[in-house]
């Protein structure tokens, strides 16, 4: 796990300082990459949890309790993608012409963190012994999702109009304390 968080971390870090230095990464960007992250764990870990069950009956029960998991991903990504993709950028033609290219997958350094990120857990799963493996309804990583959410939401209202930080370039300092609090929740025990 520890191997996985550090590879993670590099790859994240490396990718979209890239993608600053391009003028390509938005706040958006970087919780769409948080939450992308997230929909591939859950999907990658309910494949594997679904092939340990032995019966169908078994199979369906989990399934109809997994629903929770990713029932809170789909409202995750509803106030992701409208709040933070279209609603506090819509005077901005930049930022907002951004956004839109990393949900159409038209960015290729968010498409570049989700390939690597997807091979990597995959990767991961399969080396792992999965037995005792679990699919929380609420997980670290939804705290990250969530604060996340929350501390956008701050600093797109209080600082970015303060400081007049409304242009791609301007706006991309403002992820470091997302890959902070990345970097600080997700670390391995």
Same mark, same amino acid.
């Given at each position: 796990?520890?191997?996985?968080?550090?590879?993670?971390?590099?790859?994240?870090?490396?990718?979209?300082?890239?993608?600053? /230095?391009?003028?390509?990464?938005?706040?958006? @960007?970087?919780? @769409?990459?948080?939450?992308?992250?997230?929909?591939?764990?859950?999907?990658?870990?309910?494949?594997?949890?679904?092939?340990?069950?032995?019966?169908?009956?078994?199979?369906?029960?989990?399934?109809?309790?997994?629903?929770?998991?990713?029932?809170?991903?789909?409202? @995750?990504?509803?106030?992701?993608?409208?709040?933070?993709?279209?609603?506090?950028?819509?005077?901005?033609?930049?930022?907002?012409?951004?956004?839109?290219?990393?949900?159409?997958?038209?960015?290729?350094?968010?498409?570049?963190?989700?390939?690597?990120?997807?091979?990597?857990?995959? @990767?991961?799963?399969?080396?792992?012994?999965?037995?005792?493996?679990?699919?929380?309804?609420?997980?670290?990583?939804?705290?990250?999702?969530?604060?996340?959410?929350?501390?956008?939401?701050?600093?797109?209202? /209080?600082?970015?109009?303060?400081?007049?930080?409304?242009?791609?370039?301007?706006?991309?300092?403002?992820?470091?304390?997302?890959?902070?609090?990345?970097?600080?929740?997700?670390?391995?025990?």
């Amino acid at each position: 796990m520890k191997q996985l968080h550090k590879v993670d971390i590099l790859t994240i870090l490396v990718i979209t300082l890239l993608g600053i /230095a391009q003028g390509q990464v938005t706040v958006f @960007y970087i919780i @769409y990459l948080f939450w992308f992250q997230e929909l591939i764990r859950t999907v990658v870990e309910f494949t594997c949890l679904i092939w340990q069950r032995k019966t169908i009956k078994e199979k369906f029960d989990f399934i109809k309790i997994s629903f929770g998991s990713f029932f809170i991903l789909f409202v @995750y990504v509803v106030f992701i993608v409208l709040l933070f993709g279209f609603m506090l950028n819509w005077n901005n033609r930049e930022l907002l012409g951004q956004n839109i290219l990393v949900i159409m997958f038209r960015n290729w350094y968010f498409n570049i963190n989700m390939i690597l990120f997807l091979a990597q857990y995959i @990767y991961f799963r399969k080396q792992t012994d999965n037995t005792n493996l679990q699919m929380p309804l609420f997980s670290r990583r939804h705290i990250i999702l969530h604060v996340s959410i929350i501390l956008g939401a701050l600093i797109q209202l /209080a600082i970015v109009p303060r400081f007049n930080l409304e242009n791609t370039w301007a706006s991309t300092w403002v992820i470091l304390p997302f890959l902070l609090l990345k970097i600080f929740i997700e670390r391995p025990k």
